[in-house]
């Protein structure tokens, strides 16, 4: 079973960029299907973007299109979420998860991921 670690969380003023990465505990194993999701206190768990095996597809919520971008490096096992022009309202914890279902798109849905990283808290101040 492959576990996730979530790295690259902080405090950042709004208009800031930050990177988070996603990191297999064994840096040999290949994590598939990719998904980022946050959490803001006393909200639902959001869909923020997910990243298929290659990276060949990537797809994104509404409220970070255009903001975020999703990379990986299969060679060390990594995926990134690159976040820009941040607003206080992308102020949340960050969780990495890794879906097995599909090979040539990746999932928005939170059910069809199996694995879970323990999360970063991201925070963005006005």
């Known amino acids: 079973q492959v576990q996730l670690v979530e790295s690259g969380g902080g405090l950042v003023q709004a208009g800031d960029s930050l990177r988070l990465s996603c990191a297999a505990s064994?840096?040999?194993?290949?994590?598939?299907?990719v998904g980022w999701f946050r959490q803001a206190p006393g909200k639902e768990r959001e869909f923020v973007g997910c990243?298929?095996?290659?990276?060949?597809?990537?797809s994104y919520g509404d409220s970070v299109k255009g903001r975020f971008t999703i990379s990986r490096d299969n060679a060390e096992s990594t995926v990134y979420l690159q976040m820009n022009s941040l607003k206080p309202e992308d102020t949340a914890v960050y969780y990495c998860?890794?879906?097995?279902?599909?090979?040539?798109?990746?999932?928005?849905?939170?059910?069809?991921?199996?694995?879970w990283g323990q999360g970063t808290q991201v925070t963005v101040s006005s």
């Open positions: 998860a890794e879906s097995r279902l599909y090979v040539s798109m990746c999932s928005e849905a939170i059910a069809e991921y199996d694995y």
């Open positions: 064994e840096r040999t194993s290949l994590i598939l299907g």
């Open positions: 990243v298929n095996w290659n990276g060949a597809s990537t």
